[in-house]
C-alpha cells in the first residue's frame, strides 16, 4: 500500500455515497466534506412521498451539524451546487451513474434486525446488485466500498477473520424463495383455515360493539398476521442456515453477490459491529434516532428492564460512528487491487474488550448519577442485574406473560367500576412492557449470547500505515476507547438528552383533563344533539334487575321465590349472553314477558318502576343532559330497554328510542319484540338516520354510553364519551382519547324491594 | 313525677357521654367543668287518649265546640301534618288517625258528604301511600284515598291554589285551593318542638312558594332569634300575620298535641338515661348495638335506624281558636323540653343524630346534617343562644356526600354546583334561588315522584343562617374531609384536635356546652 496524505489522494475525486440519509451515510457525507476538500460527493436519495430528492438533502444540510459547515464554504445552497450532487433513485432500480465516478460507498441498508423477508432480500441482495449492475456500466476502475455488518459471520462462535464468510448457500435459490414469500404469505392469509381462526378471535372480543367492527379487527389481525408471518419466515430460514436472523442473512448473501464484482475490480467490504453515537466528530455523543442497544439503556434507566440474558463476561461489541466513517475514508483512499478484495472489521471486541458485566456498570453508575427526571412518585428505581443466563430470564419472562394473559381474562369479567378500570389500565401498561422485553430479548439474545471475536489485523494495519497527522484527524484504532468515559460521559448523555427534553417539556405542558367534559357548545350555524345510553349510562341498574322488578310486582308468595330461582339458574346462561351478543341477550330477557299484559306492565312501571329507575339515576349524568338542554340541543335517549322502562325519564328527553313489546289482538306480549331492538351497529345506524331526518350535525354532537355494545353509537358522533366504560371500552377510550368519566349512582339507596314499611311489628 | 331537665358540670366521676353522630353513636369523655344539658324525662302520658280528644273536640279554646260547627251540606276539609313528623315516626296507631277518626265520626254524625283529607306537605315530598295509611290508619285510607279524596298537597298545581290576599306586609298568602274555599278547615298536628303549630301549620303546611318565600328566606332566618320562639322568630312573625289574614276568609279549627320525651323506647332505653344510671341492661344493649354498629353493612345500619318507631305519649290536645290553642301547647311543649342554663359558653357541642324532618326513610345528606344541627339543635334555645357571638360550635356527624336520588335530587346539584361556589347563604339566594325554584325537572319530579321541591336546600342552608352568622368556627368530628370544606367548614378526628383548633377562636381553655339531645330540649338560657 503506498503511502501520502488522505486528503491528497482522494483529492479530485467523485464519490457516489447511498444511504446518506441514514446514520453512518450521514455521518461520512459531513466528514468527507467537512474534512476532505477535495472531493465531490454524490448522494443516491430517493423522493419520498411529494418530496423530492433534492428537497430531502436540502433538509439533511439545514441540520445542525452541516449548518456549522455551510457556514465556512457559503450556505447550503453552495454547498449543493459545488461539493455534494444529488442523483434522485431507488435502491431497488438504480438510475444511470455519473460516467466521472471513482469510487462508490454502499451504506444503504435496512437496519432493522427483522425485516420481513423479502424486504432483506430486496434491499440487501436486489439493492446491491442493482447497484453493481449500474456500476458495471461505468467500468471496472471504480473502487466500490460496501458496508456490510460484522454479525455476517451468524451463529459462528470464536474468532472470526477479515475475509469471506465461509458458506455454499445457493444465493439465487435463496433470492427467488425470499422474494417469493410476500406473495405466498398474503395468499395463506386469505385461507378459510386461518381466516376462521382469525375471526373467531376477533368476534370473541369485538362481536359485542357489531359483526362491521369485528370484521375491520379481523382484517387488521390478518395484516398483522402477514406482518409477523414474513418475519418468522425470514428467521427460521435464517437459522436454519447458520444465521441469527433475516438482516445477518441477507447481508451476508449480499456480500457474496459484492464478491463477484471484487473478482475483477477493486472492491473493499467494511464490517462495522453495533454502530453507537459519535466518540469526537462532529461532536462528542452526535447520534441520530435510537440504535441497536439504546432503547434497552432508556428503559433500564426507567427501572423497566428487570433482568437482562446476557453472560457478565460475554462482549458486547460496539464501536462509535466516527470511527466507523473514519475507517471508511481511510478504505477510500486505499482502493485494493482488482480481485483482491480487502476486509476490515471495524469493532472493538478484539483488541478492547467491553463485557456485558463492566457495560451495566457504567451504564449502572450513569443512571444512579443521572437519573430520569423523579415522577410523581420519585426516581424509578433501577433494578440490580445478577445476569443469570438466558434460560432463568426466558422463564421469568414465560412466566410473567402467562400471568398477564391471565390477569387479562380475569379482568375482563370483573365488575365495572374506577379500580377494575385502574388495574386494567396498569395491566396494559404492564403488557406493553412485556411486549417490549419479548422483542427486544428474543432480537438480541443471539448477539448478547454471541461470543464472537472480529479480529481486526488488517483495519489497524489501514490505520497505522497511515501518515501520523491522518492518525489525528481520522482516527479508528477503537483500542484507545475508554469504555467509562464513553458509556458513562459520551454515549448515555446523548441517547437520554431527548428523553430529558420530553420530561421537562410535560411538565411544563398541562395535560389535558381527560375526565372534564367539554362544554356543550355547538359551533355557530350548526346543529347538534346528545344522545345517551340508558342501562349503566343514566342508570346504575341493568336489565336483569328491571326485569325482576317487574315480574316480582305482578307474582306474589311463592310464584316470587318460584321466578327468582328460575332467573338465578339462567343468570350464568344471561351473562354468556351479553358478553356475546347483546341482541340475543335481550330477546331471551323480552321472551319472559310472554303473556304479560302490556297495560299492566305500563302500570307497573309508573306504579314501582318509577321509584327503582329515579332512585338510581346517576345524578352527574342528569345535570349532564339538562346542561344539553340548557345549551338548546336535543336530549336522545337510544335504548334496547322496552319503552314502558323509559316512562319515568321523558320529560329529561326530546326523542326516546327504545324497544317496543310486541303485543296480540287480546293486548298480550307475544314475549317478542315488535321491531330488533336497537343494538350494537343498528344503533349507530338509526343515530345517523334520525340525525339526518331532524337536520343535526354528527360531528358536533356529543355521545355517552358505558359498554363496548355502545361502540357504534359512540363512533356515529364528533364527541364520543365513555361513562364508566367495562373494560374493553375503557380500551378504546384510551387508545381514541375520549374522555372518561365516572357518573356513580347513589348507593346509599335502601334497595329493598317492599315499600318504607311504616307499620310497626309489635303495636303500641 | 317526671324529673326536670338539668345542668350537668363534668368532674372526674362522670363517665363519658353519648354523643349521637349519623347512624351511629359514641360514648365521649368531656373536658373537666364542661356543662352537659339533658332534657326533662318523659311528662306522665294521657292515659285514655280517645276521651281526651273527644274532650278536646267539645269543649274547644275559645270556640264553638266541633259538632255544633258541622252541618250537612258544608265542604269540609281535613289537614294533617306530614311526614316529618313526629320524629321519628310514630308507632302505630298515630295520634293524627285517632283524632281524624273522631272528627270523621262527628262529620259523619252531621251528615257530611263533602269531605277531603290533605297532607300539608307544603315543598316536602309527597308521602308515599304505605306513610299516608300508616298516619290516617288502614280505615281511613281505603275510604279516602281510592277516591283521590286523600291527597299530598302539590304547591306547583296552579289550578288547586288560591291566592287569598296580601298581609299588611305586602306578603302574598297563597294556599290549597280546597282548604281555603272550605267552610271549615280542621288541621291536625303533632306540635313536637316550639317551632311547629299555630300559624305555621295551615298558612305554611298548605303554601305555594309564592307565599313561603316571605319568611323563608335568609333575612328572617337570620333574624329569628330563635325560630323555636314563635314570639321572637320572624319567620313566625310572617306565618302569623298570614295566619290572621287567613282567619278573616276561613273558618279554621286546630287541634294541637303535645307528646312525651319518650323518643327511643324501652328498648333502645339507654339512649335517653343520663349514663351514670344505666342498668346492666342498658350497657349490655349499648354494647351489643356498638357492636353490631361496626360490623354491619352501611345498608343494614341504615335500616336498622330507619326502622325505628317512637312509642310516643300523648301529653297534651288542645283544639280551637288557632292563638288560644297554641298557647296552651306551647306551654306543654315548654314543660316537657325546657332546661334553665345559667349563661352562654364559648363552645357548643352537638350530635346531629341519624334522623332529621327531611330524611325519614332517606339519607341524611351533609346539607341536612348541616341544617340538623347549625338549624335545629343550635336555635334550640330561648333567650339568648347557648353559646356566645364568635364562639364555636363543634358537631359530630360523618358528613358522607351522599344522596337519595328519588327524595333529594335538587340537593345533589345544590351540593354540586352551588356550594363548590359558595357557602355564603345571601349570595346563594340572590343568585341561585329562583332558578332551582323554578326548574321544571325538579317541579316534575316534586309533583310526580317523592322528590323534595327545587327550592328546598335553599331553606336549609337558610334555616342555618343564623348559626353561621353567630358562630366564628364550625367544626365537624368524624366528618368526611372533604364533604365539611365544601360546606364551608373544617373536619376533626376527635373532640381533642376540634377544641385544638378552634383555640384560635375561642382560646385554649374554652367554657364548654354538649346538648345531650335527643329527646328534645330546649335551653333557656339567662
Known sequence: MSNGRIVERLSGAHVLVTGATGFVGEALLQRLVAEVPGVTVSVLVRPRGSTSGVDRVRALLRKPVFAALGENTGGTDTLLGTRIRVLEGDMADVPP?????????HCAGDVSFDPPVDKGFITNVVGTRSLLDRLAEIGDHVHYVHVSTAYVAGRRRGTIREGPIDHDVDVEAELAWGLAQREVVELRSREAGLLSGLRAGAERAHRRAGLLRAASEVEERRVRWVREELVRLGTERARSLGWTDCYTFTKALGERVVEDRATHAPVSIVRPSIIESALAQPHPGWIEGFKMADPLILAYGRGELPEFPGAGDTTIDFVPVDHVVAALIAVLAHPPSAGAPAYFHVSSGARNPLTFLRFYTCVRRYFDEHPFEAGARGVARLPDWRLPGAQSVERLLTTSERAHRLADQVISLAPRGERTRDLARRLDQQGSRLEFLRRYLDLYREYVEADLRFDDTQTLA?????????????????????????????????????????????????????TRLPAP????????????????????????????????????????????????????????AERHDRGAFLRSIYRSYAGARLVDLEAIADEVLTHHVLARLAPAAVRRVREHRAAGQPTVLVTGAIRPLTRP????????????????????????????????????????????ESDIDLAESFGYADSYSDLPLLDAVGHPVAVCPDVALSRHAARRHWPVVDWPSPEATPRTLSPPRLTSRAKG | MSRPGFVLEVDDRTPPMLVHEGEGFRLESFPLGSRVIYPPESLPAIDDVDEAITEALLHPVDADPLPSQLRAGMRLTIAFDDVSLPLPPMRSPDIRQRIIEAVLTMAADAGIDDVELIAANALHRRMTDAELRHVVGERVFRSFHPQGLLTNHDAEDRENLLHVGLTEEGEDVEINRRAAESDLLVYVNINLVPMDGGHKSVPVGLASYRSLRHHHNVRTMVGSHSFMDHERSHLHHSAWRMGRLLAEHLNIFQIETTLDNNVFGARYGFLQKPEWEWSLRDQASMLAMRRGLALAPQRLKHRRFHDLRSAYGLTGIHAGRVEAVHERTIAAVHRQQLVEVQGQSDVLVMGVPFLGPYNVDSTMNPILATCMGLGYYFNSYRGRPVVRRGGAAILYHPLAPQFNQLHHPSYVDFYEEILSETTDPLVIEEKYEKQFATDPWYIHLYRTSHAYHGVHPFYMWYWAAHAMDHVDDVIWVGADRRAAQRLGF??????????????????????????????????DVR
Open chain 1, 521 to 576: 357548545e355547538t359551533a355557530a350555524g350548526k346543529r347538534s344533539a346528545a344522545f345517551f345510553d340508558l342501562d349503566g349510562t343514566l342508570l346504575s341498574s341493568n336489565v336483569i334487575e328491571t326485569y325482576l322488578r317487574m315480574r316480582l310486582a305482578e307474582l306474589s308468595g311463592s310464584a316470587r321465590f318460584a321466578e327468582l330461582g328460575r332467573i338465578a339458574a339462567r343468570v350464568p346462561g344471561l351473562v354468556r
Open chain 2, 490 to 523: 373544617r373536619a376533626a378526628t376527635t373532640l381533642a384536635d376540634a377544641l385544638e383548633m378552634a383555640s384560635a377562636t375561642v382560646g385554649s381553655d374554652p367554657s364548654i356546652t354538649y346538648l345531650h339531645n335527643p329527646p328534645h330540649l330546649i335551653a
Open chain 1, 649 to 692: 325519564l321523558a320529560p329529561l328527553f326530546d326523542h326516546i328510542e327504545a324497544a317496543d313489546l310486541a303485543v296480540d289482538e287480546r293486548g298480550l306480549c307475544t314475549g317478542t319484540l315488535a321491531a330488533s331492538p336497537l343494538v350494537g351497529e343498528a344503533r349507530g345506524a338509526w343515530v345517523r338516520q334520525w340525525a339526518h
Open chain 1, 462 to 514: 489501514l490505520f497505522e500505515s497511515l501518515d501520523p497527522d491522518d492518525r489525528a484527524r481520522f482516527p479508528f484504532d477503537t483500542a484507545v476507547i475508554s469504555w467509562e468515559h464513553y458509556v458513562g460521559e459520551v454515549h448515555c448523555p446523548a441517547i437520554t438528552a431527548p428523553i430529558r427534553r420530553l420530561d421537562a417539556a410535560r411538565r411544563t405542558r398541562k395535560r389535558p383533563s381527560r
Open chain 1, 97 to 105: 451513474l455519473p460516467p466521472d465516478l471513482d469510487a462508490v460507498v
